[in-house]
């Protein structure tokens, strides 16, 4: 046996390992392509048998500034080399430069940070029920939480009881009550669902898991003015559409909508350590006091490091500007496979897309497998449809690479 093929032997047979291990020893909750990556630079990943992969997913978007970003990996060095935890029960040197400068790159007062995009939105919803018992007035235990039909805001037992996905609340009641379902993008009956009990409306900017889908023009510039009108809060989900993924550093400045709350998670860590936040004024965040509500790990000195960094990168625009010049691109392109028929629909903004392969070319699982064999790594939703979010970082001649071969696999 020659070298070359004694080598990929011995590669195929650490994947197979991996795989086999992992299956037999971790609860079955993904099911993740049969790739075993090991390492990863900028929009690259390779795994145990050598062979180099585009990342067209990003971690959903927490990868924005790509695999290894030098100065995002230099801040979590150093402060590696300091303190770590400190706990919230005392303060630390980084903590207050975070919650200022994330508030002000929202516009806002005040921040509380997290762990992860569940909590955050648990967080949120905690909020918006305290808020709307001790400043609008409504009869504890009465609060109710409009959201939208197709959301994905997290798997917690809370969040799934306002889920209209199967997989992901089915046998998992007795549900949380307090919210009300209703068509995304359909206003009337958002208006219709606004009561004197609706203490906030929660919403993606773009609904991302369900397929990249966004909302009629107009649409969250209305609900904004609604819920400003019936004194409600407007909290944006911006975990996966926030922080450059759209062309702006916010989905809602497409519309020119400022939330009561942000809800930001994924991208504000790097892809280097979890950190979650919810952003907002002082006279919503306002109503917690100590001991209300908390996390040991949430705000630690290296979240803040390494989020800071991200802070800084997003200031300058440059990443923004690079997903809406990209993005303009990838859409076009996207846009003629619709035309060539392989392809039903193409949605999204940014560097972001759904895509719904036409029937008879293969479900969204099986263009996802033809793709990692020639070396691009996607992922489907929803049966039919594959979501496309490269990192930032990635070049033109990357991305033309990349959708070349889509189209072949689906020639």
Not at 112 to 139: C, F, I, S
Not at 213 to 233: F, H, I, Q, S
Request: with cysteine; glycine share 10%; charged share 20%.
């Amino acid at each position: 046996m020659s070298t070359t093929a004694h080598d990929a032997t011995a590669g195929a047979t650490a994947t197979a390992a991996a795989i086999r291990s992992a299956e037999e020893h971790s609860a079955h909750n993904y099911h993740p392509l049969p790739v075993v990556v090991a390492t990863a630079e900028g929009a690259w990943m390779t795994d145990v048998e050598g062979k180099r992969y585009l990342d067209m997913l990003a971690g959903y978007s927490a990868l924005n500034f790509g695999h290894g970003n030098r100065r995002l990996i230099d801040a979590a060095r150093a402060q590696l080399e300091r303190v770590t935890l400190t706990s919230r029960a005392f303060h630390h040197d980084r903590f207050a430069a975070f919650c200022s400068e994330l508030a002000a790159l929202c516009g806002k007062e005040m921040v509380l940070p997290m762990n992860t995009g569940a909590e955050a939105v648990e967080t949120a919803v905690k909020t918006a029920r305290k808020w709307g018992y001790q400043v609008k007035g409504v009869p504890d235990g009465q609060a109710k939480i409009v959201v939208a039909a197709n959301n994905f805001h997290g798997r917690t037992t809370t969040i799934v009881s306002f889920s209209t996905d199967h997989e992901a609340r089915d046998h998992y009641g007795p549900y949380t009550p307090g919210f009300e379902i209703v068509p995304y993008g359909d206003l009337t009956a958002m208006e219709a669902a606004v009561t004197a009990n609706t203490v906030a409306v929660l919403l993606e900017p773009i609904q991302g898991e369900a397929g990249v889908l966004v909302p009629p023009a107009g649409y969250l510039r209305a609900v904004r003015e609604l819920t400003r009108a019936r004194n409600v809060l407007f909290m944006a989900d911006e975990i996966q559409s926030g922080l450059g993924r759209t062309g702006r550093t916010f989905a809602c400045e497409h519309e020119d909508v400022v939330p009561d709350l942000y809800i930001l998670g994924k991208a504000l860590g790097g892809g280097v350590v979890p950190v979650s936040a919810v952003v907002g004024d002082r006279d919503v965040l306002g109503v917690f006091h100590p001991g209300e509500h908390g996390s040991t790990f949430g705000g630690n000195p290296l979240a803040c490091a390494v989020a800071l960094e991200v802070i800084a990168m997003l200031r300058t625009g440059e990443y923004q500007q690079r997903a809406a010049e990209l993005g303009d691109h990838l859409h076009q392109a996207l846009g003629s496979l619709v035309g060539a028929g392989a392809v039903t629909a193409v949605r999204g903004r940014g560097l972001w897309a759904g895509i719904d392969i036409a029937p008879g070319h293969g479900s969204g699982r099986e263009v996802s497998e033809r793709l990692m064999e020639r070396g691009v790594l996607v992922k489907d939703t929803h049966g039919a449809t594959i979501r496309i979010a490269p990192p930032l970082v990635i070049s033109k001649e990357d991305l033309d690479w990349g959708l070349e071969q889509l189209r072949t696999v689906l020639a």
